[in-house]
């Protein structure tokens, strides 16, 4: 168990160093596409003039920093005990769309030949590999985790024990799959209603 905690707090870790990045690239491309957009204008104005851009970079910008506390802060509670394999995944998956967001925005006003642009796509795709790990090290884990678990329940059973067994989980699978299906549509609506 140590080891599984051990792997998936090293991906974590490698995840925030390149949002880390990912911050500092899109501050150094917004810079630039100040710079370039201004002219003679003052940034204040130049800020007001684009103001729709501005609020979806700060928009963009606010997701991926919320999106990385939620992450952090899962992955010390799965190593407490609080947090489950899942919440972390989905959290990793959260920073993933916010930074896609967030080099979206940027790509707006993106400047022609831009040096900072592809440092910034770069980053991106850095934590987007990162975020991949640290998905592939939960699953890993919540795999081995219920392997263990399944072998441990069965191993002591009799025929007709593992008879029943075997009907009482078909029907929770059944069951499970009319959750998630569930679960499934009320996502959609959820992510409907907050695009309204």
Do not use: C
Request: proline share 1%.
């Amino acid at each position: 168990e140590l080891d599984v905690h051990s792997a998936i707090l090293t991906a974590a870790m490698a995840m925030t160093t390149a949002i880390a990045n990912l911050i500092k690239r899109a501050t150094e491309t917004q810079q630039e596409i100040v710079a370039t957009g201004k002219g003679t204008t003052s940034t204040a104005a130049f800020y007001k003039k684009n103001n729709k851009w501005t609020e979806g970079l700060v928009s963009a910008a606010r997701a991926v920093a919320t999106a990385t506390t939620t992450l952090v802060t899962t992955a010390d509670g799965l190593v407490s005990g609080t947090n489950t394999l899942s919440q972390l995944v989905v959290a990793a998956q959260e920073v993933g769309v916010a930074t896609t967001q967030l080099v979206a925005a940027s790509r707006v006003k993106s400047v022609p030949f831009s040096k900072t642009q592809p440092l910034l796509e770069d980053a991106a795709v850095a934590v987007r590999k990162a975020t991949e790990l640290l998905v592939r090290a939960a699953k890993e884990a919540a795999k081995r985790e219920a392997e263990t678990e399944a072998v441990q329940d069965v191993g002591g059973m009799g025929r007709h024990q593992l008879k029943v067994a075997e009907m009482e989980q078909k029907v929770r699978v059944l069951e499970l799959e009319k959750e998630l299906g569930a679960a499934r549509y009320r996502l959609g609506e959820i992510v409907k209603k907050g695009y309204r």
